[in-house]
């Protein structure tokens, strides 16, 4: 075999080996693209379901939402505010009811 037919070999290998090499390079780039665009629409999804979420809870925390809620469970209570709060002292002593 001459030294020129060696060559021609071994360049031809090298040649096969570049495209075997870009194609597995391309196969992982797709896939790498594939699986990143998943995320990214999983995350978007994730933060729209957030953001639902939050105007959800929003809309039940303000304060005349609850006390629709609970005068159309029980009609006959009374909603305490947020900023209402009821003292020991002004609870009923015993010795006062009985009278």
Do not use: W
């Amino acid at each position: 075999m001459g030294e020129s037919k060696k060559m021609l070999h071994i360049g031809f290998f090298a040649v096969c080996l570049v495209f075997m090499l870009s194609a597995i390079l391309q196969v992982c780039y797709r896939t790498q693209n594939k699986v990143r665009n998943r995320v990214r629409s999983a995350i978007v999804q994730t933060q729209q379901d957030i953001a639902l979420a939050q105007a959800d809870f929003a809309s039940y925390v303000r304060p005349e939402i609850l006390r629709n809620m609970v005068t159309s469970v029980y009609p006959k209570t009374e909603v305490i505010g947020y900023r209402k709060h009821i003292s020991v002292y002004d609870l009923p002593v015993k010795e006062e009811t009985q009278k």
